[in-house]
Nanobody
C-alpha cells in the first residue's frame, strides 16, 4: 500500500508561483508512474501533468504547458509540480497520484493510489 502526502498549496496572486510536493511511502516509488491531477469546484478531476518512472517522459495538459514543470526525485520518494505564471483558472484542489503500470502514452495513466489533495487558490 502506497501513501501519498501533498504539500505546498496556498493562496497566491495571479502571476505568482507555487511549488507542490508529494512524498510517497510504503511502496517501491521508482516503479510508479506519477502524476498531478486537479479538481475545480463543479468540475471533474482531470490530469495536469505526469512523469514516467525514471523521469524521461513527461506530459502536460495544454493549458499548463510552458508554465508548470513536473519532476521527481526517486532518492527522496518525492515528486514536484513547479507552477509559474499562475492564473485564477488554475484554482483547484491538486492531487498526487501513482500508477503501478506503465501507461503509454502517459495520458492513459489510471492511478491506483491518491493523495488527500492540497488547495491552490489564485486570486485575480
Amino acid at each position: 500500500q502506497v501513501q501519498l502526502v501533498e504539500s505546498g498549496g496556498g493562496l497566491v496572486q495571479a502571476g505568482g508561483s507555487l511549488r507542490l510536493s508529494c512524498a510517497a511511502s510504503g511502496g517501491t516509488f521508482s516503479r510508479y508512474t506519477m502524476g498531478w491531477f486537479r479538481q475545480a469546484p463543479g468540475k471533474e478531476r482531470a490530469i495536469v501533468a505526469a512523469i514516467s518512472t525514471a523521469g524521461w517522459r513527461t506530459y502536460y495538459v495544454d493549458s499548463v504547458k510552458g508554465r508548470f514543470t513536473i519532476s521527481r526525485d526517486n532518492a527522496k520518494n518525492t515528486i514536484y509540480l513547479q507552477m509559474n505564471s499562475l492564473k485564477p483558472e488554475d484554482t483547484a484542489v491538486y492531487y498526487c497520484a501513482a500508477d503501478r503500470n506503465t501507461p503509454i502514452p502517459l495520458t492513459t495513466m489510471r492511478p491506483d493510489y491518491w493523495g488527500q489533495g492540497t488547495q491552490v487558490t489564485v486570486s485575480s
